[in-house]
């Protein structure tokens, strides 16, 4: 049974005021299907976008975590150009490395004129992978001084 204001306030007495028995007949009465289901559909809702949130910083990090890879990569091959085998003008590489492709090259560096012991060598190095349905790479330089040809 519904309890209208007029019911509630005949009905009182002198315990309280109308407005008061009103608002505690409401309150035994508990929450309606329509209350509930609008709270669930809500919760739902702020649930969706905490997962979405969660979801775009997952990706986030592991994009993260691939470049680091691949910047280190990159470092690595710069290193290691010069040390096992001389420079030489026109060198390239290419290896493939796990899910990253290496590409490297060295050029004489031609803004400096060579004094004879030294020469300046441009090293070049390219990383790229896939990721998704896009190719995504990683490109670090360095100049490094060499024995003359």
Do not use: C
């Amino acid at each position: 049974m519904r309890w209208s204001r007029a019911t509630v306030a005949s009905t009182s007495g002198s315990t309280g005021s109308p407005a008061a028995s009103a608002s505690k007949a409401r309150d035994d009465r508990g929450f309606t299907l329509i209350e509930v289901l609008v709270a669930l559909a809500i919760a739902v809702l702020a649930l969706a976008a905490l997962f979405g949130l969660v979801r775009g910083a997952l990706i986030g990090t592991a994009r993260s975590e691939t470049i680091a890879e691949a910047t280190l990569l990159a470092e690595s091959t710069l290193e290691a150009m010069g040390t096992v085998a001389p420079l030489v003008d026109g060198d390239t590489a290419d290896q493939q490395n796990g899910r990253f492709h290496v590409h490297a090259t060295v050029q004489r560096y031609p803004d400096v004129a060579a004094n004879g012991y030294v020469v300046p060598y441009a090293l070049a190095t390219t990383v790229s992978w896939r990721d998704g349905g896009q190719t995504r790479s990683v490109s670090l330089s360095t100049l490094r001084l060499g024995a003359p040809p």
